[in-house]
C-alpha cells in the first residue's frame, strides 16, 4: 500500500525556515518523480514545487522561486522541501504528492495526509 | 504561470450529468495532454479522478470522464449520486517544469 507521510511543519515567525519531510512507503520512490502542494485555509491548491525521478528536472511556482528548495533522498525513500524567507502567505497544509510517472507533469497519484505550516508572529 | 479558470460552482439532481470547464492558455493546457482532476471531500486530501486528459487511475468509476478542446479541458460526471459531491480541481502541466491549478468547483448534488 503506497502512504505517504509529511512532517517538520509547525508555528514559525516571518522570515525564518521550516524543512518539511516526506517518508515514503509501499513503492520504489526512485521510479517516480514527487511533488509539494500546499492548501491556504479555506482555499484551493496550489502547486509548489516538483522534482523528477532523478533530480534531474525541478521546478518552483513564481510564489516560492529563491526561496523554498525541493530535494530528494531515493536511498531513504524521502522528499524534502527546505523553505526560507517564510511569509505570512505561506500559511498552508503542505502535501507530499506521488506522480503517475518519471516525470514531473501533474499527475498526482497519491496524496499524504498534509502537514501543517503557520507564518506568524 | 496563471492560474486555470473553473467555475466556483457546479450543480445537478441525482442521476443527471454535469460538466465542470477549465480554461487555460495555449502555454498550458492547450499545450499538453497533461490535464488531470481531483475530487475533494471536507477534510480530506485530493484524489486523482483523472489524468492525461482522459485516463482513469484504477477504481475511479466511469461515471467521470474528461475530455479536452483547444484551451479548455472538462471534466463530465453522469449519473450524479450523493457522494459525488465534493470540491474539483484541475491542473495543467506548463511547460519548463512547472504545474498550474484551476481555482476549484463546488460540486453540489441537489
Known amino acids: 500500500e503506497v502512504q505517504l507521510v509529511e512532517s517538520g511543519g509547525g508555528l514559525v515567525q516571518p522570515g525564518r525556515s521550516l524543512r518539511l519531510s516526506c517518508a515514503a512507503s509501499?513503492?520504489?520512490?526512485?521510479?517516480?518523480?514527487m511533488h509539494w502542494v500546499r492548501q491556504a485555509p479555506g482555499k484551493g491548491l496550489e502547486w509548489v514545487s516538483g522534482?523528477?525521478?532523478?533530480?534531474?528536472?525541478?521546478g518552483y511556482a513564481d510564489s516560492v522561486k529563491g526561496r523554498f528548495t525541493i530535494s530528494r533522498d531515493n536511498a531513504k525513500n524521502s522528499l524534502y522541501l527546505q523553505t526560507s524567507s517564510l511569509k505570512t502567505e505561506d500559511t498552508a497544509l503542505y502535501y507530499c504528492?506521488?506522480?503517475?510517472?518519471?516525470?514531473?507533469?501533474?499527475?498526482?497519484?497519491?496524496w499524504g495526509q498534509g502537514t501543517l505550516v503557520t507564518v506568524s508572529s | 504561470q496563471s492560474a486555470l479558470t473553473q467555475p466556483p460552482s457546479a450543480s445537478g439532481s441525482p442521476g443527471q450529468s454535469v460538466t465542470i470547464s477549465c480554461t487555460g492558455a495555449?502555454?498550458?493546457?492547450?499545450?499538453?495532454?497533461?490535464v488531470s482532476w481531483y475530487q475533494q471531500h471536507p477534510g480530506k486530501a485530493p484524489k486523482l479522478m483523472i489524468y492525461?486528459?482522459?485516463k482513469r487511475p484504477s477504481g475511479v468509476p466511469d461515471r467521470f470522464s474528461g475530455s479536452k478542446s483547444g484551451n479548455t479541458a472538462s471534466l463530465t460526471v453522469s449519473g450524479l449520486q450523493a457522494e459525488d459531491e465534493a470540491d474539483y480541481y484541475c491542473?495543467?502541466?506548463?511547460?519548463?517544469?512547472?504545474?498550474?491549478f484551476g481555482g476549484g468547483t463546488k460540486l453540489t448534488v441537489l
Open positions: 504528492a506521488k506522480e503517475v510517472g518519471t516525470t514531473a507533469g501533474g499527475r498526482l497519484e497519491y
Open positions: 509501499g513503492f520504489t520512490l526512485g521510479n517516480y518523480a
Open positions: 522534482i523528477n525521478w532523478n533530480s534531474g528536472s525541478i
Open positions: 495555449s502555454s498550458d493546457v492547450g499545450n499538453y495532454n497533461y
Open positions: 492525461e486528459v482522459s
Open positions: 491542473n495543467s502541466y506548463a511547460g519548463s517544469n512547472t504545474v498550474v
